[in-house]
């Protein structure tokens, strides 16, 4: 979706809102929740002089973690939403578009229908969704004659519905008074159980997921305009596509394995960042990051703030997500 290049902000000036934006988000975070903190108080336990130790457990166990969570996961779902939506040319596709995240979801409900441990959990969800994209792959190389794009994500849809019905066949079998709601809450997405090991152990696969987009951002717009054009350009559209589809996946199976699914971010942010830079890649990328780390920030804080009872992400996601999606379709003055 494009409105002309009048309408837009320059790189600079974007990035600098947005950062500002999601900074002030960030302490407004760490201050906001059943034990509030001031900002004397905030900047005191940051100094390591808290005025109170329960400031210093509620601050350093809790808010910082997952408020670092959220940013990571909101960044790196929106970076893999804007990477799916240029190799793909659709404004409809999202980070699960080839099944990494019902994927993942199958691996974890897995794990706790066999009641493994807390990090096991994790890396089997974490397995399960990519291995669901290299399935994805090996099925569609299997298939000649046809349009390769296509033939791809019709074979995501497809092991993405069995994963899907996998999944469903589980929550039959698993104790209701037990597993069944563990399963049901991870699928919705929260973070509220994120701790600093977690962060630390998807950062990784993130960054990892990062360096060939920022390294090969303009073979990135490349791809945008379509296998011929990209090739008669001098790129390899094959591999290029293969090694653009292994970051992005990688970067939302890591998210997706602490997080559970949440939805809307990958989908939502990358079309607002293109009103706001553009469709290039190279200012595209970071717009949208820094929009999906603050999108999911604010989520996330209301999340934990609206009712006594903690709401799944995966709800106020769509809430928010689909007006404002529909809004951008009947708003957009050109084709995407």
């Given amino acids: 979706m494009d409105t002309g290049p009048g309408s837009r902000l320059n790189t600079p000036t974007a990035l600098g809102l947005l950062g500002a934006l999601v900074a002030l988000g960030a302490v407004l975070a760490a201050m906001t929740g059943p ?15 808290p005025a109170d130790p329960m400031i210093d457990t509620v601050l350093f166990s809790v808010r910082l973690p997952r408020i670092a969570a959220a940013l990571l996961v909101g960044g790196a779902l929106a970076a893999a939403g804007t990477v799916y939506q240029g190799l793909f040319r659709n404004p409809l596709v999202s980070p699960d578009i080839l099944g990494v ?6 691996g974890a409900a897995l794990g706790i229908f066999l009641s493994l441990p807390v990090l096991a959990i994790q890396g089997l969800a974490f397995a399960a969704g990519l291995g669901t994209v290299a399935l994805v792959y090996l099925v569609a190389s299997a298939v ?4 390769p794009t296509l033939v791809l994500v019709l074979s995501g849809v497809v092991l993405g519905a069995l994963a899907g019905a996998c999944v469903s066949l589980l929550k039959i079998l698993a104790d209701p008074y037990d597993q069944l709601p563990a399963i049901t809450f991870w699928l919705l997405g929260s973070l509220a159980s994120v701790r600093t090991d977690d962060v630390l152990g998807a950062a990784p696969a993130v960054v990892i997921g990062l360096v060939p987009l920022v390294l090969l951002r303009w073979r990135m717009n490349l791809m945008a305009l379509g296998d011929e054009e990209a090739a008669a350009l001098g790129a390899s559209p094959r591999r290029l596509r293969m090694l653009f589809v292994a970051a992005a996946t990688l970067m939302t199976a890591g998210v997706v394995a602490i997080a559970g699914v949440v939805g809307w971010v990958g989908l939502v942010m990358p079309h607002i960042a293109r009103l706001l830079v553009g469709p290039n890649f190279h200012r ?6 820094l929009m999906g780390a603050g999108y999911l920030l604010l989520v996330d804080t209301l999340a934990r703030t609206l009712t006594e009872t903690e709401t799944p992400l995966g709800i106020l996601t769509a809430f928010v997500g689909a007006p404002v999606f529909l809004w951008l379709l009947a708003s957009g003055r050109r084709v995407w």
Avoid at 144 to 147: A, D, K, L
């Fill in 35 to 49: 034990y509030p903190i001031s900002l004397a108080q905030l900047a005191g336990a940051l100094r390591g002089h």
């Fill in 101 to 106: 995240s019902t994927g993942a979801g199958l």
């Fill in 144 to 147: 000649r004659g046809h349009e």
């Fill in 284 to 289: 595209l990328l970071p717009t949208a990051m």
